[in-house]
């Protein structure tokens, strides 16, 4: 599609600014023996800022994750020929019924299905490979996508070219569940609900 917006550039990051989308959800749901995970509360936090300056906070980058960028296309290609069907690029997807949340999938596949792509350090690649199953915690990334999109099915393709050929790519697929989406509806909802709680104390403090 010739509007497709590059993945970081500053217009791709402005459509998901202060919104919800697939990549945290897993930071979102994190939780810990005493209650909800310390990455909670610093998403929120992040989201909060985001909407309060309309800037998008600054995210982190390593070598790794640049190499991950670099890579997506090789890995999209060789996911297109393993498959054998067109990957349809698309842009933020939002959520049809929760405001200020969304997902950015790595693409469509034909009338029901997604993939998700995963450019890896080789040990992590490895560990995908030896498991043999899609792996936990890419697992609600890949519901949230489903959610957004309706549709069924989403494949994880795990790509490394520093491996054999016959071991850079891992796809496996995961079935939608509708349960589990529900539960992650809820806990977004709750989640946006105590977001906006706090904006609304922090805007009456300034304004006391």
């Known amino acids: 599609m010739s509007d497709l917006l590059v993945a970081g550039s500053p217009e791709w990051l402005q459509t998901r600014l202060g919104k919800v989308t697939a990549s945290r959800i897993a930071d979102l749901i994190a939780t810990t ?3 909800w995970g310390a990455s909670r509360a610093n998403y929120m936090a992040q989201l909060i800022a985001e909407r ?5 906070v600054e995210q982190y980058t390593n070598a ?3 190499h991950g960028i670099e890579t997506e296309p090789l890995a999209r290609a060789a996911y297109q020929f393993y498959v054998d069907t067109d990957v349809l690029e698309v842009n933020f997807q939002p959520h049809p019924t929760i405001a200020d949340a969304g997902a950015s999938p790595d693409g469509l596949v034909g009338t029901d299905g997604l993939v998700e792509i995963k450019c890896p350090l080789t040990a992590t690649h490895i560990d995908t490979l030896l498991g ?3 792996p936990h915690r890419y697992r609600a990334q890949m519901m949230w996508q489903m959610a957004c999109t309706g549709r069924k099915w989403c494949d994880i393709a795990s790509f490394d070219p520093r491996m054999p ?3 850079r790519l891992f796809v496996r697929r995961l079935e939608r569940d509708d349960k589990e989406i529900a539960s992650l509806e809820k806990c977004v909802i709750d989640f946006l609900a105590e977001l906006q709680g706090k904006i609304d104390k ?3 403090l300034v304004s006391a």
Not at 52 to 56: C, D, E, F
């Open 202 to 204: 922090l805007k009456a």
């Open 64 to 66: 790794a994750m640049a």
């Open 165 to 167: 050929e016959n071991m």
């Open 132 to 134: 043999g199953s899609v």
């Open 52 to 56: 309060l300056t309309g800037a998008v």
């Open 33 to 35: 023996k005493s209650g």
